[in-house]
T-cell receptor, first 115, second 112 residues
């Protein structure tokens, strides 16, 4: 148990569906992140939130839409995805976004399959 | 943009042999972090190195940060089956706009 919980663990969705991934952290951290992990690729940072404000959007297609209603919760809304979006989506949090306390605590991930 | 190159991509070892993975950054880093991801799991933080030339040990694991703060290594002595997984380095600094830049990982495989 890392203190970061993601749901669902597995998701299969059609290209016309709309779904949401949920992340909750119980660590009192100030920063939260969405990562995409595909086979044989480095971890791709998608979005960064610091104190509920989005500070980075790394050229992610608009079919991915993040939401951070408070410092403990992070959502990733998905719509009209493509098969190449199939991957493991990881949520992470860290105490701070900069400085020494940037160690990332990851959730267990959502394995997404787009059919 | 800033990149962190990690080699090798895979390393097959007999149990009891040593294992090393290397990371090189295109720019100077403020710090470098190391993570381990077990098969089917998520990345778990191992250690952070901050100082030039720093060496840290965790039991059989030795982590080094280069003098120029652009390269780092992880060495495991006498590997065990519990060491199986993928080891990632992630560099952090002003050049990357304070985002962790991840290496592609080195997968440690223990030969049967």
């Amino acid at each position: 148990e890392t203190g970061v919980t993601q749901t669902p663990r597995h998701l299969v969705m059609g290209m016309t569906n709309k779904k949401s991934l949920k992340c909750e952290q119980h660590l009192g951290h100030n920063a939260m992140y969405w990562y995409k992990q595909s086979a044989k690729k480095p971890l791709e940072l998608m979005f960064v939130y610091s104190l509920e404000e989005r500070v980075e959007n790394n050229s992610v297609p608009s079919r991915f839409s993040p939401e951070c209603p408070n410092s403990s919760h992070l959502f990733l809304h998905l719509h009209t995805l493509q098969p190449e979006d199939s991957a493991l989506y990881l949520c992470a949090s860290s105490q701070d976004r900069t400085g020494l306390f940037t160690e990332a605590f990851f959730g267990q991930g959502t394995r997404l399959t787009v059919v | 943009g800033q990149q962190v190159m990690q080699i090798p991509q895979y390393q097959h070892v007999q149990e009891g042999e040593d294992f090393t993975t290397y990371c090189n950054s295109s720019t100077t880093l403020s710090n470098i972090q190391w993570y381990k991801q077990r098969p089917g799991g998520h990345p778990v933080f191992l250690i952070q190195l901050v100082k030039s030339g720093e060496v840290k040990k965790q039991k059989r694991l030795t982590f080094q940060f280069g003098e120029a703060k652009k390269n780092s290594s992880l060495h495991i002595t006498a590997t065990q089956t519990t060491d199986v997984g993928t080891y990632f380095c992630a560099g952090f600094g002003a050049e990357s706009n304070y985002q962790l830049i991840w290496g592609a990982g080195t997968k440690l495989i223990i030969k049967p």
